[in-house]
């Protein structure tokens, strides 16, 4: 999934573009609107991310370029300006979605990948950390390009703390998503499932991933 990204604030660009390949996505930014027009020109994106305020060409003139040379390609515009005539200038230009600036990344993320479902790209189904990915589509597992076996319950063990990668999850979190199950207290069956997995994902691996949280539970990071 390749995504040209046209934005003037450096740190900004650098951002998005971190995390968007931290999400499976290709980003190449241009930093004003006529080298957003050429790279449009010379290559092909499956979604074009423009920012409004931009030297040289401003984003509604771009995004009109760009639709008399695509008509389908989907626009999202990214900017500071929120009234509702820059909203209609945008549509009429032929954005297909609008986002204002501050905005969450996953809100940034969610609309992409809503635009990228509309338009039909098919898009690349991996969770990634480090250099552990998990396919959603074929459930295969991999650490450093290698291939990890996991039975059913470890691999949807692995896939709850993947897509909640960075944050604590309860024993109660884990046995009510994974399991299915509300397991009495006394139980070890979750401690015992999470040293498998840990032994299959982090053994002779650097740097450790699976992480216990004392009295918390366990989360899925990279320090
Ligand atoms: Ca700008």
Redesign the pocket.
């Known amino acids: 999934m390749k995504i040209l990204l046209v ?3 450096e740190r900004l660009a650098s951002f998005i573009r971190k995390g968007m390949s931290a999400e499976g996505y290709e980003v190449e930014i241009a930093y004003d609107g006529r080298t957003g027009l050429s790279l449009f020109r010379r290559n092909s994106y499956d979604i074009i991310i423009l ?5 040289h060409i401003n ?1 509604f003139e771009l995004c009109r370029l760009i639709r008399a040379d695509n008509e389908n390609v989907p626009v999202l515009m990214l ?2 300006l929120d009234s509702l005539a820059d909203k209609s200038d945008g549509f009429n230009a032929g954005a297909d979605d609008y986002l204002a600036k501050p905005f969450e990344f996953q809100e940034l993320l969610l609309r992409l990948r809503a635009l990228t479902r509309r338009s039909g790209v098919k898009q690349k189904q991996v969770l990634q950390l480090a250099d552990l990915e998990l396919n959603l589509d074929n459930k295969t597992v991999t650490r450093a390009g290698e291939r990890i076996d996991l039975t059913t319950r470890e691999y949807a063990l692995l896939e709850y703390l993947m897509i909640n990668k960075g944050k604590t999850i309860s024993r109660v979190d884990i046995s009510e998503r994974v399991w299915s199950l509300n397991f009495d207290t006394g139980t070890n069956v979750i401690d015992v499932y999470i040293s498998y997995l840990r032994k299959k994902i982090d053994k002779g691996f650097s740097p450790k991933l699976l992480h216990t949280i004392v009295g918390m539970g366990y989360v899925l990071r990279e320090s």
């Open positions: 934005e003037d604030e920012d409004i305020n931009l030297p984003g900017t500071a």
